[in-house]
Nanobody, 127 residues
Framework: QVQLVESGGGLVQAGGSLRLSCAASGGTFSSYVMGWFRQAPGKEREFVAA????????NYVDSVKGRFTISRDNGKRTVALQMNSLKPADTAVYYCAADYSPLTAVLHTASRDYDYWGQGTQVTVSS
């Protein structure tokens, strides 16, 4: 069983930056692909970014490429999402998720492929 706790959300003006962090407990952290998803009001949950067990492979939704960076620290059992040049369209609840995929290069983008979820952190970008 893996428990995930997100932090770092908040209110920021357009063009600003935020750094989200997700702390994991339980399980073997390095056996999990870690992902970030987001859900805006009235919309379905959307894939944002994922990173493989070693941090050597990442994947992003097109709308955040060049602005967001996902990273992980297996020693600290954390995954981060650095968000720069934020836009009002980035406003959503952001969720950290874990997909049990040891030693894989496959980075799933569908929420159904992820086994564990955090409770989410609100990110609001004002115009």
């Amino acid at each position: 069983q893996v428990q995930l706790v997100e932090s770092g959300g908040g209110l920021v003006q357009a063009g600003g930056s935020l750094r989200l962090s997700c702390a994991a407990s339980g399980g073997t952290f390095s056996s999990y692909v870690m992902g970030w998803f987001r859900q805006a009001p009235g919309k379905e949950r959307e894939f944002v970014a994922a990173i493989n067990w070693s941090g050597g492979s990442t994947n992003y939704v097109d709308s955040v490429k060049g602005r967001f960076t996902i990273s992980r620290d297996n020693g600290k059992r954390t995954v981060a999402l650095q968000m720069n040049s934020l836009k009002p369209a980035d406003t959503a609840v952001y969720y950290c998720a874990a997909d049990y995929s040891p030693l894989t290069a496959v980075l799933h983008t569908a929420s159904r492929d992820y086994d564990y979820w955090g409770q989410g952190t609100q990110v609001t970008v004002s115009s």
